[in-house]
Nanobody
């Protein structure tokens, strides 16, 4: 199982970024996917979740209305569109899934929101 996240970077408050996570090594279309984030000195937290068919999504309260998770099962890729970014969104963002009860993580991509 491998995840490769991309799309992070430095952005000003109010700006937008789109993260991508390319997955391989498992039947991507059969599994729910999540984005987590971990800010400096804080615990990793769930940001967004999408079911295998993309029919249903869930979000942390802190990002509702600003972030959108989506997936392209033909490309084995999950996305996180982040709009109206705030300094408190600064973190390393990870994609994740659970296979047979075990979590799998990418290496993460750093998002820094600063003027």
């Amino acid at each position: 199982v491998q995840f490769v996240e991309s799309g992070g970077g430095l952005v000003q408050p109010g700006g937008s970024l789109r993260l991508s996570c390319a997955a391989s090594g498992f039947t991507f279309s059969s599994y729910a996917m999540s984005w987590y984030r971990q800010a400096p000195g804080k615990e990793r937290e769930l940001v967004a979740f999408i079911f295998s068919a993309g029919s249903s999504t869930k979000y942390a309260d802190s990002v509702k209305g600003r972030f959108t998770i989506s997936r392209d099962n033909a490309k084995n890729t999950v996305y996180l569109q982040m709009n109206s970014l705030k300094p408190e969104d600064t973190a390393v963002y990870y994609c994740n899934t659970y296979l047979r009860g075990s979590p799998y993580w990418g290496k993460g991509t750093l998002v820094t929101v600063s003027s």
